[in-house]
Structure formats: C-alpha cells, structure tokens
C-alpha cells in the first residue's frame, strides 16, 4: 500500500494505480472507475475469455489471434459491439498469466496499447 502499487481492473483489465483516496481501503479496491463498479463481469466477459483460450488451443504454439476473431465467435452476425469487451478479456487474461498481448511481434502492455493487437498463450 505504496505509492507506485498497481492493480489490474477486474472488469476492464486495465492498469489501476495507487491513489492517497484510496489509501485506508487499497486491499478492497476492484475496479478503475465507477462505469466498470456498476457493470461488473458478465457471462458474456467471461464467455469471451473461454473463447479466447478456445482458440489459442487449437493453433499452433506460436500463433496469434485477433480480438476481431473472439468477438465473431462469440456475437456471431452482431459482433462489432464485442470488439471493445474482447480486448478487456485479453486484457485480464494477460493479468490472470494466461495470454500475452503483442504489436509487430514484441509484447505490449494491454492497458497503454493502441491500435491493432494480437493475442497469443504466454511463451
């Protein structure tokens, strides 16, 4: 409970930095922002993880998949709305260790990365 702790969003995935508000209650923060307190984690965040490791499972060791690809699988015809959610299960997963998040082949953090990624298992 230190000043440059850091957590990771429980619904977003996303970096959570230490804040002097938060200090008395830091071991009880969750989640970066009102928005991600009030939604929480769905089925379908968590269906997108399952898929996620689904996919990774059945490709060679070294390759990658898209966010675009999970969020097809899961949303079917209406999947663009999935993009965003896709990218946060990444993004927790990268957190829980079971997947990496890369851009032109080298590691990126999913919390800062902007523009296409590609996911791929932990090397």
Request: hydrophobic letters at 35%; one cysteine or more.
């Amino acid at each position: 409970m230190a000043r440059g702790d850091t957590k990771t969003c429980a619904k977003c995935g996303r970096t959570i930095e230490w804040r002097k508000k938060w200090e008395r209650d830091w071991d009880e923060v969750r989640w970066c922002s009102d928005a991600c307190s009030r939604t929480g984690v769905s089925e379908t965040d968590r269906a997108l993880e399952r898929t996620v490791l689904q996919l990774l499972e059945r490709r060679a060791g070294s390759a990658t998949i898209c966010p675009s690809e999970v969020a097809r699988a899961v949303g079917g015809e209406d999947w663009w709305p999935l993009m965003e959610p896709a990218r946060a299960a990444a993004r927790r997963l990268v957190a829980s260790g079971d997947v990496e998040v890369v851009q032109g082949g080298a590691v990126v953090d999913p919390s800062t990365a902007k523009g296409p990624i590609r996911i791929r298992r932990v090397r």
